[in-house]
C-alpha cells in the first residue's frame, strides 16, 4: 500500500485513495481522492449532488466505499464504522442541528465524556464548569447552565461546534458551518477553526460561500457529479477560477436582470408601532407589492421576529400588523389562508416532513384541501409544482429526505406557488443551498415579483441582498436602524451599517 507521507515526511492527517461510491440507480463518486496533512484546513466545494455528502458519509465511517481506502494518521480505517472513525480522531460538525433540548449547554458540550466523581457519579458542578471553561476558551459567549433548547440557532450551532472540539481531534469535518451564522458569531468560529489548525488539527471545510475559502483554506478540492475536477492551493487560485470548475457552464453572477418595478402603491403589509418579544424597540414597517424587502442583520438582530409577525408565527405585544389596511390574522394557519406565505428558517425542523413523499409535503399548505384524497390529482399537480419551482426532480414520490437541500428548498417554494399567495416571507431561503441553486432560486423570487407578489427576505448574505432586494431595511439589537436603497448599497456597505453602536447595546439591555 502506498505510504501516507508528505515530501516533510509527515503522515497524512487522512488519505483518501481512489474512493468510489454507488447506489442503485445513481453513481455518488468515481475514483475520488482527497488528503489532508496535519494543521492544514482544506476547503471542499461543489454542488449539491456533487458528492460531497457522500464522501463525508465515507470519511467519518458511516458509508463504505465499493473501491479504495481511507487511511487515518496513517492507519486503515477498519473496520469501516462511525466507532472506529471517532476513536482515529474524525469528528464532525453536521449541518442539521443536533442538540438535545432539554438537556443544559453544559451537559450537550460534555455528552460522552461527563466528569465524575472518585464514585463514579456524575459531577453537576464539574460538569458545568468543564463545559463553561471549553466555551469561554473558544470565545463561546453562552452560559453553561441554559437549557440547550432556549438557544437560538446560532448559538446552538456553536454549542455543537464545543461539543466536537471538547475531546482531541485529528481531523473535524465542518459541513456548511456558517449556515445559521452571522457577523460576529461567523468571526467566533473561524477563530476556533483557527486555533485548532495552529494545534495541528486538520479540517476539512465544507462551503458555498468562496470569500470563507479564501478567508481560511490553504488547500481546496472541486467535486463535480461524483468526480474530482479540481485540487490546488488556495494562494494560487482565484474565485472565477474555482467557478469554472464548480459549474460545467458559465454562472451569471452579480445584480440578477429584472423587469423595471411598477411605481409604488398602497403597502399590501405593514407593521405600525408593534413590540414583540426579540425586539428592542417598536417596530414600524411597509411592505409593498412587487417588491424584494430584505431584513439584514446578524442573529439575534430581530430580523427573524420581523419575519414571524409578517407570518403570523408571532404575535405583537403592542401595536398593529396589518393586512391590505385590516388586522393581519394572528395565527400562522390564518395567515397562511389569507395569502401571506412563509418559509422558514429551519426547512428541515419547521417546514418539512422529511419521511413523508414530496408530493405530500407539496399539498401541506392551504390548497390541501382541495387534494385530499386524490392521490392521482396530487401527484401530477405536485410534477406541475416541482417544475413551475425548477426542481431537478419531477418526480413527486419521492421521500423529502433523499432530496438536496437546494431541492428541499424548492419543495418549500413550490408548497406556495401552488397558491394564490400575495406575501411571500423567507427566512434564510438559501441557508445551505449551492450557488447554482441559489441563483435559480432568486430568478424564481424576482419572476415571482413581476408578477405582483410582494416578497421579504431575512438574508445574512450580503451578495443576496445586493443581487435581489429593492429595499433593505437594517436591524441592530432589536430595532431597526436604517433603510437604504437596494440596488445601489454595497456589500460592504451593508456589513458597516449592521456594526451596532454602544447606544444600540444599551438600548438592548
Not at 169 to 193: I, K, Q
Not at 403 to 432: H, M
Not at 469 to 475: H, K, L, N
Amino acid at each position: 500500500m502506498t505510504d501516507s507521507n508528505d515530501q516533510s515526511g509527515k503522515t497524512a492527517a487522512i488519505d483518501c485513495r481512489g474512493v468510489s461510491k454507488a447506489y442503485p440507480g445513481v453513481t455518488a463518486l468515481t475514483d475520488v481522492s482527497l488528503r489532508l496533512v496535519p494543521g492544514e484546513v482544506h476547503a471542499l466545494l461543489g454542488e449539491n449532488g456533487a458528492g460531497k455528502s457522500t464522501l463525508v458519509k465515507i470519511l467519518t465511517g458511516v458509508e463504505r466505499p465499493d473501491r479504495g481506502h481511507v487511511r487515518v494518521a496513517g492507519r486503515d480505517l477498519h473496520p469501516h464504522t462511525p466507532v472506529t472513525a471517532r476513536r482515529l480522531g474524525v469528528r464532525l460538525l453536521p449541518q442539521e442541528r443536533h442538540v438535545a433540548p432539554d438537556l443544559s449547554v453544559a451537559e450537550n458540550v460534555m455528552l460522552g465524556g461527563l466528569p465524575r466523581t472518585g464514585l463514579g457519579l456524575v459531577s453537576g458542578r464539574a460538569v458545568r464548569s468543564a463545559a463553561q471553561q471549553h466555551l469561554d476558551t473558544l470565545g463561546v459567549d453562552v452560559d453553561a447552565s441554559y437549557r440547550a433548547g432556549d438557544l437560538t440557532a446560532a448559538q446552538q450551532q456553536l454549542v455543537e461546534l464545543a461539543r466536537v472540539t471538547a475531546r482531541p481531534a485529528r481531523v473535524l469535518v465542518l459541513d456548511e458551518p456558517t449556515a445559521s451564522l452571522a457577523g460576529d458569531e461567523v468571526e467566533v468560529l473561524f477563530g476556533v477553526v483557527r486555533r485548532l489548525r495552529a494545534t495541528g488539527t486538520s479540517v476539512l471545510y465544507i462551503s458555498h460561500h468562496l470569500h470563507e475559502v479564501f478567508a481560511l483554506a490553504d488547500q481546496v478540492t472541486v467535486l463535480r457529479n461524483g468526480s474530482l475536477v479540481h485540487q490546488t492551493s488556495v494562494a494560487d487560485t482565484d474565485a472565477e477560477t474555482l467557478l469554472s470548475h464548480v459549474f460545467a457552464a458559465d454562472l451569471d453572477r452579480g445584480r440578477l436582470d429584472r423587469a423595471p418595478r411598477a411605481a409604488r402603491t398602497e403597502p399590501v403589509m405593514a407593521l405600525r408601532g408593534v413590540t414583540a418579544p426579540g425586539l428592542s424597540a417598536p417596530v414600524n414597517l411597509e411592505v409593498h407589492p412587487g417588491e424584494v424587502l430584505a431584513l439584514s442583520g446578524p442573529a439575534g438582530s430581530g430580523t427573524t421576529a420581523v419575519a414571524e409577525l409578517l407570518a403570523g408565527a408571532r404575535r405583537p405585544v403592542t401595536g398593529q400588523v396589518l393586512l391590505r389596511g385590516a388586522p393581519a390574522p394572528r395565527t400562522r394557519s390564518g395567515a397562511a389562508s389569507a395569502g401571506i406565505g412563509f418559509v422558514p428558517a429551519d426547512r428541515k425542523r419547521d417546514g418539512l416532513l422529511l419521511e413523508r413523499s414530496i408530493s405530500e409535503n407539496v399539498w401541506l399548505g392551504p390548497a390541501a384541501t382541495s387534494w385530499l384524497h386524490r392521490p392521482r390529482r396530487a401527484h401530477e399537480g405536485a410534477c406541475r409544482v416541482l417544475a413551475a419551482a425548477r426542481a431537478s426532480t419531477t418526480d413527486s414520490t419521492r421521500p423529502v429526505r433523499s432530496l438536496s437541500g437546494g431541492n428541499q428548498q424548492r419543495v418549500v417554494f413550490g408548497r406556495w406557488l401552488a397558491t394564490s399567495c400575495s406575501v411571500l416571507v423567507l427566512d434564510q431561503p438559501t441557508a445551505g443551498v449551492d450557488i447554482g441553486a441559489k441563483f435559480a432560486i432568486y430568478r424564481q423570487l424576482l419572476d415571482l415579483t413581476a408578477q405582483g407578489m410582494a416578497v421579504v427576505v431575512v438574508s445574512s448574505d450580503y451578495e443576496e441582498i445586493s443581487a435581489l432586494a429593492d429595499r433593505v431595511v437594517v436591524m441592530t439589537a432589536g430595532r431597526t436602524s436604517a433603510e437604504v436603497d437596494g440596488a445601489s448599497t454595497t456589500p460592504e456597505e451593508l456589513f458597516a451599517l449592521e456594526s451596532p453602536t454602544e447606544r444600540d447595546l444599551q438600548e438592548a439591555l
